[in-house]
């Protein structure tokens, strides 16, 4: 072949619509230096991970031959009725109103496709986590960058533009522990936000997939957003029991559960019923079993951000404005010497191996700097002394 598809006109205007990877995905994906330390992605520990639990709970399923054998079977859309009454009790919603999905992303693309029309302005995040644009892209660009403030997005600033005539078709927030600011949103702007939505008619899109990682502070609840019928819940276990289960869940107004389904009839039909069988098994044949990885993996995490926090105040003091984090997997401290350039400075730490992901890969509006002078780094998967070394070596950059 001599040309591309592209150039044969053999692409659909939304495929070449969509931006290529740059970034936070490229920073992701680099082929760093030997013995270079990767503090990128929200990746939970291998240690909290229940991999015994999992493999007795295979195991199990295996060994019943009617299970076994309904696993290989297609299960209804929305999920399996056993799993969806596990997510909806620790939800606190019906079950009725849960859609079991191939992961976070994938209950974001679905939440995207069935409530903002082609074209249509959707408020995000400024600093905004990458893949929500990415999912945004497949029906528009037009985004509304809402600034993330102390106590999360910045209700007011959206609540003067609604007043001064902008229209949205949705929201978009990371509510409990922002990636990639680490703070929450405060449960009277939880409740600010959805009374928005419900004067003006657009979605709230609620990415919650920290949520269960607290370890400090006091949690701002969720209630406020499964009593609206314009919020869009999304969660998933990726952070929990593994990212490469790809299973999370919708906790969805009733009147969008059916769209939905009929959305994913036409893309996916539905999540693995093999995966959703163990974790099923996992979940419901120890009903205490959640709560313990929830608490051993926060006290991981808890030690860890207080590793990498002590580490920078040591090696580097006063390079940064750091607020402890009070959950989740990252840390977002500031330079405070302006003379430092943060692209220059993440070359350099690459060059002494420790790879982090740049503040200004966050941007959602290119035009403003004010994420650029951050860094995100991740502490989840990375030991204390890796932690200790990785600073170590961005002192050397410095």
Not at 152 to 160: I, M, N, P, S, T
Not at 184 to 200: F, G, M, N, T, V
């Amino acid at each position: 072949m001599t040309a591309g598809a592209e150039e044969q006109g053999g692409l659909t205007s939304l495929a070449r619509g969509l931006s290529a990877p740059k970034g936070f995905v490229d920073a992701s994906l680099a082929a760093p230096v030997p013995g270079t330390i990767r503090l990128l992605g929200g990746i939970p520990a291998p240690e909290a991970l229940p991999v015994g639990a999992i493999g007795q709970a295979a195991e199990r399923l295996w060994r019943d031959p009617d299970a076994s054998v309904a696993s290989l079977q297609y299960v209804p859309a929305r999920g399996s009725a056993e799993l969806c009454d596990w997510i909806a009790k620790r939800e606190g919603v019906d079950p009725s109103r849960i859609v079991v999905t191939n992961g976070g992303m994938h209950g974001l693309a679905l939440a995207v496709l069935t409530v903002v029309e082609r074209g249509a302005t959707v408020a995000v995040d400024d600093p905004v986590f990458p893949g929500f644009p990415w999912a945004l892209e497949m029906v528009t660009t037009r985004t509304l960058p809402v600034p993330v403030v102390a106590d999360g997005f910045d209700v007011e600033h959206l609540a003067r533009r609604l007043a001064t005539g902008t229209r949205i078709a949705a929201a978009y927030t990371v509510p409990d522990f922002h990636n990639p600011a680490q703070v929450s949103l405060s449960a009277p702007k939880r409740q600010a936000l959805i009374e928005l939505a419900e004067r003006y008619g657009f979605y709230v899109i609620v990415d919650d997939p920290y949520r269960e990682l607290r370890f400090g502070g006091r949690g701002q609840g969720v209630e406020v957003f499964h009593r609206s019928d314009r919020a869009i819940h999304v969660n998933t276990f990726t952070k929990t029991l593994g990212s490469g289960w790809r299973v999370g869940w919708l906790v969805l107004p009733e009147h969008l559960v059916d769209p939905v389904i009929r959305l994913r009839n036409r893309l996916d039909v539905h999540t693995s019923s093999v995966t959703q069988a163990i974790i099923e098994r996992l979940l419901t044949e120890d009903a205490q079993l959640f709560d313990r990885i929830v608490r051993g993996a926060t006290a991981l995490y808890q030690e860890r951000a207080g590793v990498l926090i002590d580490a920078l105040n040591e090696q580097l003091p006063g390079a940064f404005d750091i607020v402890a984090p009070e959950g989740g997997l990252f840390l977002w401290p500031r330079l405070t010497d302006d003379a430092v350039d943060p692209a220059a400075l993440s070359r350099r730490a690459a060059a002494h191996g420790v790879l982090y992901q740049p503040g200004e890969y966050f941007a959602a509006d290119p035009r403003q700097r004010s994420s650029d002078r951050h860094l995100r780094l991740s502490y989840s998967d990375r030991t204390p002394e890796e932690l200790r070394e990785a600073v170590r070596r961005l002192a050397l950059a410095f």
